[in-house]
């Protein structure tokens, strides 16, 4: 018996699930997607139910995305929250030095920023007041929090990689770390997005290549940040990450799904 890894996630969305999908593709690992399969979510309710109490070895989680792992004896772990699930499985993949090596904290370092600006950060520009209520309930007040967000967080966070990138601890080539394409890598060509064309239909995304994360929520705002020249380390990781071969042959995949109402979404009056 091998190894087994179920992703437990919401059907129908990338969400932050994603990040944890494209580190098993980028290391060509097989894993079962669970929202692919149970397409009325079945097994993320099941684990979110306020009835379940967990076992002997796994508290309950809170909220997917959720990572169940079999070893080849049986045993298995369950474990939720992306970076944890993403520094649990970074090393078992390739993508990261071994837990407890200085380098698997340096990388999730970089993997919490890039959620923290650029995934929930995101989030909130659409959901500022309340996550319970509707977008149209608190339009006004996402305003004020997207037009913060494009001009002062999301240039400080950019800005922020691109010095990573920049600095010797990146070491040779496009990566933000030991010269090595990490999870960190990962998570911030999702959490980015590159420059692509696309077109928008029934609410429903058609990708010409690949659109991520900001790019789509906010494409002038990022179009203008990628013009002005000052991030081109940044947009050169992008381009290096979306052209991997298994990354390139997932994004073009059935198993890539359109972006919805999850995280990162697009309302023109929010990209200014």
Not at 209 to 222: E, L, V
Not at 257 to 272: A, K, T
């Amino acid at each position: 018996m091998s190894d087994t890894y179920e992703l437990i996630y919401w059907p129908g969305l990338p969400g932050r699930g994603e990040f944890v999908r494209l580190a098993f593709e980028e290391s060509g690992t097989a894993y079962a997607d669970l929202g692919l399969t149970h397409p009325r979510a079945e097994p993320v309710l099941e684990q979110t139910d306020s009835k379940n109490l967990g076992d002997a070895t796994s508290p309950p989680p809170l909220a997917p995305p959720i990572l169940r792992h079999t070893d080849a004896n049986g045993s298995s772990l369950l474990i939720s929250q992306t970076s944890n699930i993403l520094l649990y499985i970074g090393a078992r993949l390739g993508l990261a030095p071994s837990p407890g090596e200085p380098g698997s904290f340096i990388i999730n370092g970089l993997v919490l920023t890039a959620l923290d600006g650029l995934c929930n950060e995101t989030h909130d520009t659409h959901h500022p007041v309340a996550t319970g209520k509707y977008y149209d309930d608190q339009k006004e007040v996402a305003k004020l929090r997207a037009q913060d967000y494009r001009e002062n967080r999301l240039p400080k966070f950019l800005g922020y990689f691109e010095r990573v990138l920049k600095g010797d601890a990146s070491g040779d080539g496009p990566w933000l770390y030991g010269g090595n394409l990490t999870v960190a890598d990962l998570v911030l060509f999702q959490a980015r997005g590159p420059i692509c064309a696309w077109f928008h239909f029934a609410y429903r995304l058609t990708y010409i290549q690949c659109i991520d994360g900001n790019k789509h929520a906010f494409p002038k705002a990022m179009a203008r940040l990628e013009k002005s020249g000052e991030y081109k380390s940044v947009f050169a990781l992008w381009r290096a990450v979306q052209t991997r071969p298994r990354i390139k042959s997932y994004l073009e995949s059935d198993r890539r799904q359109s972006y919805g109402d999850g995280i990162y979404r697009h309302y023109p009056e929010l990209d200014g």
